[in-house]
């Protein structure tokens, strides 16, 4: 899969976790929006494997209910949440990752991640 590819939910994930990879802090920030997003990136990371585990776009009632409890960034009808399970080095994460197509391709607005461990 091209790494460059915003066509889809999972193509912008895919090309993400190859810049984490690779430890391409442009190439991160070039699936964000704002693009000009604080991220700290100390070098490549170890991703041995990772899969989508769910996968949801939000309706009226997601965005309500995303918009109560998180102030930023607001969430969107159409957004979409995927759940992601990745090994990094020898831990299991789970990662939650909110995106939005803007101006024809999907951008990461959020994420949050924790360990499973």
């Known amino acids: ?50 899969d989508i585990t769910n996968k949801r776009t939000f309706t009226q009632k997601e965005v309500d209910n995303w918009n109560k409890v998180a102030s930023r960034p607001r969430a969107q009808v159409g957004d979409v949440q995927m759940e992601v399970r990745e090994i990094i080095q020898d831990s299991t994460w789970m990662f939650s990752y909110v995106l939005r197509n803007i101006n024809d391709g999907w951008k990461l607005i959020s994420h949050s991640g924790w360990s499973m461990d």
């Open 1 to 50: 899969m091209n790494e460059g590819d915003l066509s889809s939910p999972e193509a912008t994930i895919s090309g993400y976790i190859e810049c984490l990879k690779k430890g391409d802090l442009s190439g991160i920030k070039a699936r964000y929006y704002p693009e000009t997003i604080q991220y700290t990136l100390r070098g490549p990371s170890v991703i041995r494997e990772y």
